[in-house]
């Protein structure tokens, strides 16, 4: 039985970066589950709210294209997000070239050990920032590893991955645009020398893998790779950073969840995932 939940529609706007800081946000969301699923804000802008709204819009690309970009007035990018079946399913196939399971699983010890890193520089000076200290740099070292950067190198990708995605708000300034275009040209040079060097001499490191990768006789071009490394910078800087950092927060607002977790370890994958949602 659907539940209605007594008050009037949410008069917001989805663009508006405020919305989603007013400490008001769950409340409507539970609102738009309960009456509206497929959501229209006070600008016209529809909103998949529910599961299942979701889950129908992802199952039916003819309607719901990725194709088009995030924007209206902006094309698609040359990147798997950006593609719809079938040429998503042959890039995310060239792809996943350096993301099996081997390659996954030999990189845990040095992920613990960076983990290690981290929060022993936290304990020796008894207080940090976690997003500084710990949030930011430990997906940024993950991804830089895997794209062959150099420890010396980290902070600058930090600091691409920051200014690319700084036009993304709905208020954007011609300077945020003019930092994002900076800092793509940078990754651009960076990132399609790396390809050239793999090609001659290849290495373990992603790019590499790209470079060589052969899936039905097709192989990715240059522009391609730059385009899906860029893709894997950004999404698994960002969403690492945040998930970490979300999470962290609402197990310190949530001290039972704190408990349980610190007291049965085997919990944590599932904590995890609902970080993840």
């Not at 992603?206 to 060589?212: C, E, Q, R």
């Not at 899906?228 to 998930?243: A, F, K, P, Q, S």
Request: aromatic content about 6%; overall charge negative.
């Amino acid at each position: 039985m659907t539940q209605i939940l007594s008050g009037t529609k949410p008069d917001v706007d989805l663009t508006d970066g405020r919305f989603y800081a007013d400490g008001r946000t769950r409340e409507h969301y539970r609102w738009m589950r309960a009456n509206q699923p497929v959501f229209r804000d006070r600008n016209g802008l529809a909103a998949a709210a529910s599961y299942q709204a979701v889950i129908d819009a992802e199952r039916n690309p003819e309607l719901f294209s990725n194709a088009g970009g995030i924007r209206p007035d902006q094309p698609g990018m040359p990147m798997m997000i950006d593609m719809d079946d079938p040429a998503h399913l042959l890039r995310r196939k060239l792809v996943n070239a350096g993301f099996t399971r081997k390659q996954v699983m030999d990189k845990v010890d040095s992920i613990g050990a960076l983990c290690d890193a981290l929060i022993d520089a936290v304990c020796e000076r008894g207080e940090c920032d976690f997003v500084r200290d710990l949030a930011a740099p430990l997906p940024m070292a993950v991804i830089g590893d895997m794209l062959g950067v150099r420890p010396d190198e980290r902070e600058m990708f930090l600091r691409w991955s920051d200014d690319l995605v700084s036009s993304l708000s709905s208020s954007v300034s011609d300077a945020d645009v003019q930092v994002t275009m900076d800092a793509f040209a940078a990754y651009n040079e960076f990132t399609s020398r790396s390809i050239v060097e793999r090609r001659v001499e290849p290495t373990e490191d992603l790019i590499s893998v790209l470079v060589h990768s052969e899936v039905d006789g097709e192989r990715l071009s240059d522009d391609e790779i730059l385009h899906e490394t860029l893709l894997i910078l950004i999404g698994g800087d960002e969403t690492t950073r945040h998930t970490l950092s979300g999470g962290t927060e609402q197990l310190l607002r949530s001290r039972d969840q704190w408990d349980l977790l610190q007291n049965d370890p085997s919990l944590l994958p599932g904590a995890v995932e609902e970080m993840l949602r």
